[in-house]
């Protein structure tokens, strides 16, 4: 089975079919002709009708695909398609205490995320402003007036602000989640005072590369989609927002 398949296993093993059809929809697009991948696609299936159209393609791409060969035939017998185990997976003792470490886990509220993440806007955005500010007074004094007002927004925008104020809190975020994240047990000063932390799912540490890419970027998405991205966390039980999928992350409480 292709390592790539794992975290749809596990997805769809943890309760969550819609990571593992997201996941799955990758997969099919990356590699069309792998029976084991519409085998699982089968298991992720919405309706009975997609589950016999998937195992159908993986018996006709390998005929001798018995896991998928098996499930057809139990499918047009009537029977309901179920997971079966994978052979190389956990026994059940360790499944069960799996299960039983996840059912301890304390996700953190979102109200608190919230505050945790406008602290790390005031820092990341603020102190740049700051700096900006003391700066141009000092340099290009004539230039300070527009700093109130956007380079979009001012009636003759000066490029020396929009360098000046961008050059600074660009790399101010960047440096400060990817720090924060990778080196401080995945809390920033904002989730450390609120006392919450992020964690990778699958139990790996946080690489420079996910932080820039969960707090960053991801938080662009939270205010470009007007808070939408993040208010799905209201609607799944490990409230998790748009950018804990894109990195495969929860944030859980650290007090």
Same mark, same amino acid.
Not at 33 to 47: E, F, L
Not at 64 to 70: D, R, S, T
């Given at each position: 089975?292709?390592?790539?398949?794992?975290?749809?296993? #596990?997805?769809?093993?943890?309760?969550?079919?819609?990571? *593992?059809?997201? +996941?799955?929809?990758?997969?099919?697009?990356?590699?069309?002709?792998?029976?084991?991948?519409?085998?699982?696609?089968?298991?992720?299936?919405?309706?009975? =009708?997609?589950?016999?159209?998937?195992?159908?393609?993986?018996?006709?791409?390998?005929?001798?695909?018995?896991?998928?060969?098996?499930?057809?035939?139990?499918? @047009?017998?009537?029977?309901?398609?179920?997971? @079966?185990?994978?052979?190389? =997976?956990?026994?059940?003792? %360790? +499944? #069960?205490?799996?299960?039983?470490?996840?059912? %301890? &886990?304390?996700?953190?509220?979102?109200?608190?995320?919230?505050?945790? =993440?406008?602290?790390?806007?005031?820092?990341?955005?603020?102190?740049?402003?700051?700096?900006?500010? &003391?700066?141009?007074?000092?340099?290009?004094?004539?230039?300070?007036?527009? +700093?109130?007002?956007?380079?979009?927004? $001012?009636?003759?925008?000066?490029?020396?602000?929009?360098?000046?104020?961008?050059? +600074? &809190?660009?790399?101010?975020?960047?440096?400060?989640?990817?720090?924060?994240?990778? !080196?401080?047990?995945?809390?920033?000063?904002?989730? $450390?005072?609120?006392?919450? !932390?992020?964690?990778?799912?699958?139990?790996?540490?946080?690489? &420079?590369?996910?932080?820039?890419?969960?707090?960053?970027?991801?938080?662009?998405?939270?205010? !470009?989609? *007007?808070?939408?991205?993040? $208010?799905?966390?209201?609607? %799944?039980?490990?409230?998790?927002?748009?950018?804990?999928?894109?990195? %495969?992350?929860?944030?859980?409480?650290?007090?």
């Amino acid at each position: 089975m292709l390592d790539a398949l794992k975290p749809v296993e #596990e997805a769809l093993r943890d309760g969550y079919p819609e990571l *593992a059809r997201n +996941l799955l929809r990758v997969l099919i697009a990356d590699y069309p002709d792998n029976p084991d991948v519409w085998y699982w696609a089968a298991q992720a299936a919405v309706n009975t =009708s997609q589950q016999k159209a998937f195992l159908q393609k993986a018996v006709a791409l390998d005929p001798l695909h018995h896991q998928a060969a098996n499930a057809l035939h139990a499918l @047009e017998q009537g029977q309901v398609l179920t997971l @079966e185990p994978d052979p190389v =997976s956990n026994d059940e003792a %360790n +499944l #069960e205490s799996d299960s039983t470490a996840d059912a %301890n &886990i304390r996700y953190a509220k979102l109200w608190r995320r919230t505050i945790a =993440s406008l602290l790390d806007a005031l820092l990341t955005f603020g102190v740049p402003t700051v700096i900006a500010t &003391i700066v141009l007074s000092i340099f290009i004094p004539d230039a300070l007036p527009q +700093l109130s007002s956007t380079p979009a927004t $001012a009636d003759t925008p000066d490029v020396r602000v929009t360098a000046i104020v961008f050059g +600074l &809190i660009v790399p101010t975020r960047l440096i400060y989640h990817a720090f924060f994240l990778t !080196r401080n047990n995945g809390q920033t000063l904002g989730k $450390a005072m609120m006392q919450v !932390r992020v964690v990778k799912r699958d139990g790996t540490p946080i690489t &420079i590369w996910e932080a820039i890419l969960r707090d960053v970027i991801g938080y662009e998405i939270v205010i !470009r989609s *007007a808070g939408l991205s993040f $208010a799905w966390g209201f609607f %799944n039980p490990d409230r998790r927002a748009w950018h804990d999928y894109i990195v %495969n992350t929860i944030v859980v409480d650290a007090d």
